[in-house]
């Protein structure tokens, strides 16, 4: 785990890190779940809010994973993506929801302003107003 977080680090260092930490960092302040727990919750969200601005991009991902992407578009090997990082949190049963995890989520007025604010936010491939942050948070499938 040491060199995997290095690993990590070193990525993040070079390439920054967008929405999804923007977002889990009010989440793990306001809940006490973990950044890499709340970072899960929200990855597919955002990589679904990110794709219409970098859908090759996360086509590699799909491909990367052993999807054959083959003939597919770019935005259908993103959607493929998202479905693959799905299947993967299910497969080491990583928890969906909130309500999952025993925690009844309700959105604070500041959270959407402390993720607004946050540096990741503004390094996101898709720039998010306020109103684009509310939904990602408050999204059904998240909530529980």
Do not use: W
């Not at 889990?24 to 809010?49: D, K, N, Q, T």
């Not at 590699?60 to 799905?86: M, N, P, Q």
């Amino acid at each position: 785990m040491l060199l995997a977080s290095c690993m990590a680090g070193l990525a993040f260092k070079n390439t920054m890190v967008g929405l999804t930490h923007a977002l889990s960092h009010p989440v793990g302040a306001y809940f006490h779940i973990g950044h890499g727990l709340a970072c899960a919750l929200y990855l597919p969200a955002v990589m679904e809010f990110n794709a219409p601005v970098c859908a090759k991009k996360l086509a590699l991902i799909a491909d990367a994973a052993g999807v054959d992407v083959r003939g597919l578009s770019a935005e259908r090997a993103a959607s493929e993506a998202v479905h693959t990082v799905r299947r993967l949190f299910a497969t080491v049963s990583l928890p969906k929801t909130f309500s999952e995890m025993g925690i009844e989520f309700k959105l604070q007025p500041k959270m959407v302003e402390d993720a607004f604010a946050q540096p990741p936010a503004k390094n996101n491939p898709r720039p998010a107003d306020r109103d684009q942050i509310r939904t990602l948070f408050t999204l059904p499938e998240i909530i529980g």
